[in-house]
């Protein structure tokens, strides 16, 4: 069983639309949780943390579920500049535990 | 801004070639990392290093060797290259280690391996 599992999508939603969509991960004692952003051809970069309170920035929020094992992520007012893949990642010990990644692309 | 640089974007090798990938960073970080980014797979962990001269097998280290004789510099080495491993790389650094810190891994631009 993979450590971070993820739907990979694609996601096809029209500008201003919310998308959500979640992970799993398998080991629970998991420490630390993140949403990091692939641009198509590009490295990954941190969109967010998670936190066990769930937490916003700007049209993000991001949830953690710690009993459930799956974090979330909802973008809100969708813009096309958000297509990309949603890595979800999580921090067990000293590394990090990537999942395949969730595409969504934003149309006009 | 951190900066974390790959010495190629695409690199062509033929099948039993000996292949290094050079990975730089600017902002005096302690950990390095390299991962293979393959389709549905995702990122896997090859190898990470905390320091100079120390280096720690990831989840995948078969095929692939590993030096850091510099802090700024990680290079991943693939002794006897295969048609399996044709894969995009990524280096990556963050600033500390520990168990329960959190550290933004800031990745490099990625080299897309092809081995023929």
């Known amino acids: 069983r993979k450590e971070v599992e993820q739907d990979p999508g694609p996601f096809n939603v029209p500008e201003g639309a919310t998308v959500a969509f979640n992970c799993t991960y398998s080991n629970s004692a998991s420490q630390s949780f993140f949403w990091y952003r692939q641009d198509c051809r590009k490295e990954p970069k941190l969109l967010m943390s998670?936190?066990?309170s769930g937490n916003e920035d700007g049209r993000f929020t991001a949830q953690l579920n710690r009993a459930s094992q799956y974090i979330s992520l909802l973008i809100r007012d969708s813009k096309l500049s958000d297509s990309a893949t949603y890595l979800c990642v999580v921090n067990n010990d000293y590394k990090l535990s990537f999942g395949a990644g969730t595409t969504v692309t934003v149309r006009a | 801004d951190v900066k974390v640089t790959q010495s190629s974007r695409y690199l062509v090798k033929r099948t039993g070639e000996k292949v290094f990938l050079e990975c730089v960073q600017d902002m005096d970080h302690e950990n390095m990392f390299w991962y293979r980014q393959d389709p549905g797979l995702g990122l896997r962990l090859i190898y990470f290093s905390y320091d100079v001269k120390m280096k720690e097998k990831g989840d995948i280290p078969e095929g692939y060797s590993v030096s850091r004789e510099k802090k700024e510099r990680f290079s991943l080495i693939l002794e006897s290259a295969s048609t399996n491993q044709t894969s995009m790389y990524l280096c990556?650094?963050?600033?500390?280690?520990?168990?329960?810190?959190?550290?933004?891994?800031?990745f490099g631009p990625g080299t897309r391996l092809t081995v023929l």
């Open positions: 998670v936190y066990s």
């Open positions: 990556a650094s963050s600033l500390l280690a520990g168990s329960s810190s959190y550290n933004e891994q800031f």
